[in-house]
C-alpha cells in the first residue's frame, strides 16, 4: 500500500469517535439523499400514472377555426373587432397519413383514432347528457386499459355494442345486456346494447363517457370515415410535452400533452422537484462541512507530525494527498453505506405506503442512478472538503511545527 | 582528510524579515566542515542561532546567502523537491521531543523514514527495523504504541528511526533535554554506537556541557558566530 494510503488509514481509524462520527454523518446524509429522490421521483410517477390511466399521454385534433382579418393591411393599424370563431366539431385532415407518419416522432409507442362528440343517452324516461368515443377496441384498450376497469360485463364492443361508466349505468339503470338509445349533437340517433359497465375512478368520466365502435360514432357524429382525435402514448411520460410541440410542429395539428392538460399537476412537481434540490444541497453542504471540519482538527492536531514528516522527506504535495484521501475515504465510505441503508429505506417505504387498491405507492426497487449519482457526489464532497485542510497541512512550516512541539 | 566532507558550509548568513525595518541577521558567515563519521557538539547559549543552524544544515530553512554541500551536493542548485529527497536520503533528525507518530507501532515509526522514500512497505525494511530496534534495546517493544513506552524508550525509538535510512549524517536537537541525566547518558552511548559501528556522523546540538566534552570536537556558537572550536 502506497504510504500515503498508509498514513491515510491510519489516521482515519486512530480517529476513533472522530471518525466514526463523521462517517456516520456522511451515510445518512447519502442515504436521505437517495430517499428523498426515490420517494418524490416514485410519488411523481406514480399519482402520474394514476392520472394518465383514464387519458392518452398526447392527443392529436384538428387545429382550431380562427377568424382571419379579411384584408391584408399590412403594417398598417386599423381599429376592428375580431369575433372568435365558434369551433364546430370536424374531422383530422388525411387523418391517415397523418396516423401512419406519427410513429416516426421520437418516443411515440401506441396510436389510436377516436372520433368523440357530444349527445344524450336515454332509457326509458331517463336521459342523460353524454360523450360519445368512438374507438378501434384493441387499439384504444393500449391507451386507456379499460379491460382492467370493468365492473360488470366484457371488454367487447361490436357493431351496436357499448361500453358505459358505473355512474351513466345508475343514472339509467341500465346493466349489461340492457340498451341504451344515444342520440348526438348532430341530431342522429342509433340503440346499443351495453356490454360492460367500467369504473374510471373518476366520477365525471365514469358519467359520461359511453364507449362505441368508431364506425358507429363516425355515423353519428357524421363524420364518415373521419376522426375527430389520434390519442398516442410516449415511452417517456415527461416527455409527452415535447413530443406535442414536436407533433405540431411537423403536422400543424393541435397536440395537446397530458403535461399542458394538467398544469397544476405538472406545478407541483417541479415545486417538489424544487424542494427536493434544495434539500439536497444543503445536504450536500453539511456534509461537506462536517468531512472538513473534522480534518481541519485532525491537522492542527497533527502539526509536530506533520513537521517530522516532513523533515523525514515527505514533501507537502504527499503530506496533502494524505489528507485529501482521508477526505475521499470519509465520503466514499458514506457513499457505501449511505447507498445501503438509502436500499433499505426505500423497501421500507414500499411496504408501508400503499395507494387505496393495496398496491406500493413507490416501487422497492433499485434505481441505480439515483445511487451512482449520490455516491460520485459523496466521493467529490469528501474530496472537495479535503482541499482546505490538506493545503493547510501541506503549507505547514516544519521548523515551526517541530520548534513549537 | 582523503574522503569529501560530509557536510560544509561557507559564509552561510541567515536574516529574517528581510527588507523591513525589523530585519535580524541572526547568522553571521558561518564556515564549517564535518568530516565522515565525524561527532561533534553544537554548544552555546540560547538565542545563538543553533537551532536555526541546525534547520539550515537539516534541508528545513534555506539560507539567506552562502555555500552548503551536504554529502559533496550544492543546496542551492536544488529546488523544493530536489531538498525534500535529499533530506530524506541522507541526514536522520532525532528532536528533543521525540516526534514519533502516536499512530503507528514502534516498529512502523522505524520504517516512517524507508516507506517515504520507497513509496510502500517491504520486507527488507521490516528486517531492518526490528534489527535497529535490536540494536537500540527495544527488540520486545516493536509493536507498542509510543505512548507506552518510557520518554528515554521514545527517545531510543527516535534514534532507530533516525538511522532507517542509514544516513550519512544525523541531526539531533537537544536529544537529552528532557530526559533525566541517568537516560541522557544512556541516549548519548547509544548514539556514539552507532557512530562508531555504523560510521554515522553526528551533529548534536545540546546544553548540558557533560556530554559535549564527551564529543569528538565542540563547536561553540555565540552571537551567529562561531567563536571557538574545539576538539577532544
Not at chain 1, 523533515?311 to 503530506?319: E, K, L, V
Not at chain 1, 413507490?362 to 449520490?374: D, R
Not at chain 2, 517515504?116 to 517491504?122: L, S
Request: net charge neutral; charged share 20%; proline share 4%.
Amino acid at each position: 500500500m502506497p504510504f500515503e494510503w498508509v498514513l491515510a488509514l491510519r489516521f482515519l481509524r486512530e480517529g476513533r469517535m472522530q471518525t466514526l462520527l463523521i462517517m456516520a454523518g456522511t451515510t445518512v446524509g447519502v442515504a436521505v439523499i437517495i430517499f428523498i429522490t426515490a420517494l418524490v421521483s416514485g410519488l411523481q410517477v406514480s399519482l402520474a400514472t394514476r392520472t394518465l390511466s383514464t387519458q392518452a399521454h398526447v392527443s392529436v385534433r384538428a387545429p382550431d377555426d380562427h377568424a382571419e382579418p379579411a384584408l391584408e393591411r399590412g403594417k398598417t393599424v386599423v381599429a376592428a373587432h375580431l369575433e372568435p370563431r365558434e369551433q364546430r366539431l370536424r374531422s383530422i385532415d388525411q387523418w391517415e397519413r397523418v396516423y401512419r407518419e406519427l410513429p416516426e416522432v421520437p418516443h411515440v409507442v401506441e396510436l389510436s383514432p377516436l372520433t368523440t362528440g357530444s349527445g344524450f343517452a336515454f332509457r326509458g324516461n331517463a336521459s342523460k347528457s353524454i360523450a360519445l368515443m368512438g374507438v378501434i377496441p384493441e387499439r384504444y384498450d393500449r391507451i386507456v386499459k379499460l379491460a382492467d376497469r370493468l365492473v360488470a360485463g366484457a371488454y367487447r364492443i361490436g357493431p351496436g355494442e357499448a361500453l358505459i361508466g358505473t355512474e351513466l349505468a345508475k343514472d339509467l339503470g341500465a346493466g349489461v345486456g340492457d340498451r341504451i338509445r344515444i342520440l348526438s349533437s348532430e341530431n342522429r340517433d342509433d340503440v346499443f346494447r351495453v356490454t360492460g359497465v367500467f369504473d374510471l375512478g373518476v366520477k365525471d368520466l365514469n358519467r359520461r363517457w359511453v364507449v362505441m365502435p368508431l364506425r358507429s360514432a363516425q355515423s353519428l357524429l357524421d363524420l364518415a370515415g373521419g376522426v375527430t382525435n389520434i390519442d398516442l402514448t410516449v415511452d417517456d411520460i415527461f416527455a409527452a410535452e415535447e413530443v406535442a410541440q414536436r407533433i405540431q410542429a411537423r403536422t400543424g395539428l393541435a397536440a395537446e400533452s397530458w403535461m399542458a392538460i394538467n398544469a397544476q399537476l405538472l406545478t407541483a412537481f417541479k415545486n417538489q422537484n424544487m424542494t427536493t434540490r434544495t434539500v439536497r444541497a444543503f445536504l450536500v453542504l453539511i456534509v461537506a462541512l462536517g468531512i472538513a471540519s473534522v480534518l481541519v482538527v485532525s491537522v492542527v492536531q497533527k502539526q509536530r507530525e506533520i513537521g517530522i514528516l516532513r523533515a523525514m522527506g515527505a514533501s507537502p504535495r504527499r503530506i496533502m494527498r494524505v489528507f485529501l484521501i482521508q477526505g475521499g475515504i470519509v465520503g466514499g465510505t458514506g457513499a457505501v453505506l449511505g447507498s445501503g441503508l438509502a436500499a433499505l429505506m426505500v423497501y421500507a417505504a414500499s411496504m408501508a405506503l400503499l395507494q387505496e387498491d393495496g398496491s406500493p405507492l413507490i416501487e422497492g426497487g433499485i434505481e441505480w442512478s439515483y445511487y451512482l449519482v449520490a455516491s460520485a457526489t459523496a466521493v467529490i464532497t469528501g474530496l472537495l472538503a479535503a482541499v482546505a485542510p490538506a493545503r493547510r497541512a501541506a503549507r505547514m512550516d516544519p521548523v515551526e511545527a517541530i520548534r513549537y512541539g | 582528510m582523503a574522503e569529501s566532507p560530509i557536510l560544509r558550509l561557507e559564509d552561510v548568513r541567515k536574516s529574517y524579515n528581510l527588507g523591513t525595518p525589523i530585519q535580524a541577521e541572526v547568522l553571521h558567515g558561518i564556515d564549517l566542515t564535518l568530516a565522515t563519521g565525524e561527532f561533534a557538539a553544537l554548544i552555546g547559549p540560547s538565542g545563538s542561532g543553533k537551532s536555526t543552524l541546525l534547520h539550515i544544515i537539516g534541508l528545513l530553512e534555506r539560507p539567506t546567502s552562502g555555500r552548503i554541500l551536504i554529502a559533496g551536493e550544492e543546496i542551492s542548485a536544488l529546488d523544493e523537491a530536489g531538498m525534500t529527497v535529499l533530506r530524506g536520503r541522507t541526514l536522520g533528525f532525532v528532536f528533543q521531543f521525540h516526534h514519533l507518530l502516536p499512530e503507528f507501532t514502534a516498529l512502523e515509526n522505524v520504517m516512517m523514514p524507508t516507506l517515504i522514500d520507497i513509496g510502500r512497505y517491504t520486507r527488507g525494511m521490516r528486517e531492518r527495523a526490528r534489527w535497529l530496534l535490536g540494536k537500540v534495546g527495544l527488540g520486545d517493544a516493536v509493536d507498542k504504541r509510543p505512548t507506552a513506552l518510557s520518554g528515554g524508550m521514545q527517545q531510543r525509538v527516535a534514534i532507530a528511526r533516525a538511522l532507517a535510512m542509514n544516513p550519512p549524517l544525523v541531526l539531533a536537537d537537544e536529544p537529552t533535554g528532557n530526559l533525566d541525566s541517568h537516560t541522557a547518558d544512556e541516549i548519548f552511548a547509544l548514539m556514539r554506537e552507532f557512530n562508531r559501528e555504523e560510521g554515522t556522523a553526528f551533529l548534536i546540538v545540546t546544553h548540558d556541557p557533560r556530554l559535549a566534552v564527551r564529543c569528538d570536537r565542540r563547536v561553540e556558537l555565540m552571537d551567529g558566530q562561531i567563536r571557538l572550536e574545539r576538539s577532544a
